[in-house]
């Protein structure tokens, strides 16, 4: 089975900041990657997928990009409410597997 | 869309438990229908899917055997059966649309298990 692996596991950033997230498989997937948010105690929340088409009603700060093996989420300028714990997920075949998560903080 | 999931669990060890996601908002038939488990303070692990125009379902790694998942397309509601309760299966467990990327969630429901 195909593998991805996150990182960092977290990170804390000022306001304002530009924040990267990373997202490796262990094997090509194409461009059939997701990004989802998952505020503390909230359901998760689709954010991106196909690597980098942003779900409606998601701030444009939000882009994704990669493909293949790596990919990458990026928040342009970090807000309060982007405090939250954001996984990947790949879904070119079963076993639809999600990273192990990156938590995100404000400093 | 919205899926509505029944509500919290507590359960002793080998008990059985059933939940229930049920859709709204869209023909039922038209996604399939996914189950993701989050155990306390742990990430999302995706346990498989419900092909919801025939019924057959697609378990992931490790939920085979004593877990399984269920239609009922006139009510358009999906089932999650678990029999045989461990305690570490102790966790919230989402319904999600979809095959592939996951566009709407259920609300989760938290199965407690406890002697």
């Known amino acids: 089975d195909i593998q991805m692996t996150q990182s960092p596991s977290s990170l804390s950033a000022s306001v304002g900041d530009r924040v990267t997230i990373t997202c490796r498989a262990s094997?090509?997937?194409?461009?059939?990657l997701a990004w989802y948010q998952q505020k503390p105690g909230k359901v998760p929340k689709l954010l991106i997928y196909g690597a980098f088409t942003l779900q409606s009603g998601v701030p444009s700060r939000f882009s994704g990009s990669g493909s293949g093996t790596d990919f990458t989420l990026t928040i342009s300028s970090l807000q309060p409410e982007d405090v939250a714990v954001y996984y990947c997920?790949?879904?070119?075949?079963?076993?639809?597997?999600f990273g192990g998560g990156t938590k995100v903080e404000i400093k | 869309v919205q899926l509505v999931q029944s509500g919290s669990e507590l359960k002793k060890p080998g008990a059985s438990v059933t939940v229930s996601c049920r859709a709204s908002?869209?023909?039922?038939?038209?996604?399939?229908m996914n189950w993701v488990r989050q155990a306390p303070g742990q990430g999302l692990e995706w346990m498989g899917w419900i092909n919801t125009n025939t019924g057959y379902p697609t378990y992931a790694q490790g939920f085979t055997g004593r877990f399984v998942f269920s239609l009922d397309t006139s009510a358009s509601t999906a089932y999650l059966q678990i029999s045989g309760l461990k305690t570490e299966d102790t966790a919230v467990y989402y319904c999600?649309?979809?095959?592939?990327?996951?566009?709407?969630w259920g609300q989760g429901t938290l199965v407690a298990v406890s002697s």
């Open positions: 999600a649309r979809r095959y592939n990327f996951f566009d709407s």
């Open positions: 094997q090509g997937i194409g461009n059939n």
């Open positions: 997920q790949k879904y070119s075949s079963a076993p639809l597997t």
């Open positions: 908002g869209y023909t039922f038939t038209s996604h399939a």
